[in-house]
């Protein structure tokens, strides 16, 4: 997708601008320089490459973690590093193997806070990608309230 902006926007600005306060980062930090091009919220683990494309921002359901195996889990995030997509939001926390096999696959894997509306996270992420200015001037506002 062409940004609107002149301004490419990074994994890092999304994780401060666009993401709840007290998300982590749990791999790939030194990756967050990255370019996200859009977000994707995964609507199953099939057809990846139908969903998909190098530099997106990938979002788990919780429907799609719970019912996966870790096993399967570890595929579909290796998977995703193949793919080269800018990271992996979730929603649940990741199991502390799978979190050293997306670091050494330079897979930045984001959780964010227990309760975070998922409406509200892809919401505030494609705002940020479509106007950066107003969605800075935004989270201003949230931080000084």
């Known amino acids: 997708m062409t940004q609107l902006n002149s ?11 666009a993401l709840p ?3 982590t980062l749990l791999a790939g930090a030194q990756h967050v320089r990255r370019n996200v091009e859009w977000s994707v919220l995964l609507t199953s683990w099939n057809n990846l490459d139908e969903q998909v494309r190098t530099g997106d921002l990938v979002i ?8 996966s195996t870790k096993a ?9 590093a193949a793919m080269r997509v800018s990271g992996v939001l979730s929603l649940l926390q ?8 997306a670091d050494e696959k330079r897979l930045p894997l984001i959780i964010v ?3 975070t509306s998922l409406r509200d996270v892809q919401q505030t992420i494609a705002s940020l990608l479509i106007d950066r200015q107003a969605a800075t001037s935004q989270r201003t506002m949230q931080l000084y309230r």
């Open 7 to 17: 301004e490419k926007i990074t994994l890092g600005d999304v994780i401060r601008l």
């Open 113 to 115: 806070p227990e309760g």
């Open 94 to 101: 990741i199991p502390p193997d799978i979190v050293q096999m």
């Open 60 to 67: 788990l359901p919780l429907e799609l973690q719970q019912q």
């Open 72 to 80: 399967g889990l570890r595929q579909k995030l290796e998977q995703l």
């Open 21 to 23: 306060l007290k998300t």
